[in-house]
């Protein structure tokens, strides 16, 4: 069965400073991998997915994650934290063929202070 | 162009009353799914559609749940007899096959 475990439930980052949000995968075959952003009262955003193709993956708004086999991690970073880029952020991964059904991990806050 | 829409935003219902959650796709997505959000929780797979097709609903946690798709287009997702275990976000997300899914906004259930 395919899972997901996102490593840190909050984090806090100062603006301008580096943003590292970990999540390790578990799947019997290879996954498609996705972080979604979740803002206050929004819906669910894509920001990048991962779908065997480059293992540096860049997504929107400067973020980028890295595939790891080895390690199965895909961990999202950002050089710069912006004030605008607080909120929860899912690691997610697919149960099949992409576009079936999503499994969601349990989500990192992540705070941004000026 | 118009993303995935669904009503009511908010919903307030009494413990054993039933409910109904609308979700209007992206024209043209033959793939539906609905999610459960507890609070401070991942989204957890309800059920999907291929058109008018329910394909997978193993997510449902009970018989008192049951989702519909009758023209391939609007599904409703209804809750039986309400407990107050239901208390949730419900989201909605269409797609091609095969390709990104694109939620609601959500409805937000609470069950008194």
């Known amino acids: 069965a395919q899972s997901v475990t996102q490593l840190d439930s909050h984090v806090s980052v100062s603006e301008g400073t580096p943003v590292l949000l970990r999540c390790n995968y578990s799947?019997?075959?290879?996954?498609?991998l996705f972080w979604y952003v979740q803002h206050p009262n929004k819906g669910l955003q894509l920001l990048l997915k991962y779908t065997s193709a480059a293992t540096l993956v860049k997504g929107i708004n400067g973020f980028e994650a890295e595939f790891k086999k080895s390690e199965t991690s895909f961990h999202l970073t950002k050089p710069s934290a912006h004030m605008s880029d607080a909120a929860e952020y899912f690691c997610?991964?697919?149960?099949?063929?992409?576009?079936?059904?999503?499994?969601f991990g349990k989500g990192t806050t992540l705070s941004v202070s000026s | 162009g118009a993303g995935v829409s669904q009503s009511p935003r908010y919903k307030v219902a009494k413990r054993g009353q039933d409910v109904a959650l609308r979700c209007d796709p992206i024209s043209g997505h033959v793939s539906l799914f609905w999610y459960q959000q507890a609070l401070g929780q991942g989204p957890e797979f309800l059920t999907y559609f291929q058109n008018e097709a329910q394909l997978d609903k193993s997510g449902l946690p009970s018989d008192r749940f049951f989702a519909e798709r009758p023209e391939g287009s609007v599904s409703t997702l209804k809750i039986q007899r309400t407990q107050q275990e239901d208390s949730a976000v419900y989201l909605c997300a269409s797609s091609f096959p095969g390709s990104e899914q694109y939620f609601g906004p959500g409805t937000r259930l609470t069950v008194t």
């Open positions: 799947s019997s075959y290879s996954p498609s």
């Open positions: 997610v991964v697919t149960g099949g063929q992409a576009g079936t059904a999503l499994i």
